[in-house]
């Protein structure tokens, strides 16, 4: 494979640690992975299956460890919700000022409000759901109409 970058140079392969700076974490480095990298300009392609799953593995660690959070993992904690920082100051209910000072480490989070953090990202309230929910809301005095139906000795709604 041609190197994208300069287009002059096939990219070598090797399996190695990588430091996945690209998270924002200074901490993680995955074990073994594919690596593609230019002998001519220099570009470096680590080849990551499964980001997805990668994102939610570091995720977990983290709010698993017994250490207070730092900003860089707040950071990356609040991009794995898929919030912004509007996002993130409405669900923290917080303004937006104290999570710039949570994120840039001028305030340390205080510890209900870290718990609350790691509780929301443990229950998976990603953005997804978040807007799932607020559609739900809207249509929270909209009455619905039952059809039910004894089978088998329970109630089941009928199709
Ligand atoms: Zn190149």
């Known amino acids: 494979m041609k190197c994208p970058n300069c287009e002059r140079a096939e990219l070598t392969e090797t399996r190695e640690n990588y430091h996945y700076q690209e998270c924002g974490l200074n901490s993680v480095t995955l074990v073994g992975i594919v690596v593609r990298k230019c002998p001519d300009c220099g570009n470096v392609m680590p080849r990551i299956p499964n980001i997805e799953g990668l994102h ?3 995720a977990h660690a983290l709010i698993n460890k ?4 730092i900003p860089h993992e707040i950071v990356f904690l609040r991009k794995y919700l898929g919030w ?8 923290m209910h917080c303004d937006r000022a104290q999570i710039s000072k949570w994120e840039h480490g001028k305030v ?8 609350l953090l790691r509780e929301m ?17 809207k249509k929270i005095f909209k009455t619905r109409s039952l ?3 004894l089978q088998e000795k329970s109630w089941k709604e009928a199709a």
């Not at 912004?84 to 669900?91: E, I, K, L, M, Q």
């Not at 990202?121 to 809301?137: F, L, M, N, P, T």
């Open 66 to 69: 017994s250490e207070r959070l």
């Open 121 to 137: 990202v443990a229950s998976g309230k990603k953005i997804e759901d978040y807007q799932r929910h607020e559609a739900a809301r």
């Open 56 to 58: 939610g593995a570091i």
């Open 147 to 149: 059809m039910l139906q």
């Open 84 to 91: 912004s920082g509007a996002d993130f100051a409405r669900n």
């Open 108 to 115: 340390e989070m205080s510890k209900p409000y870290e718990l």
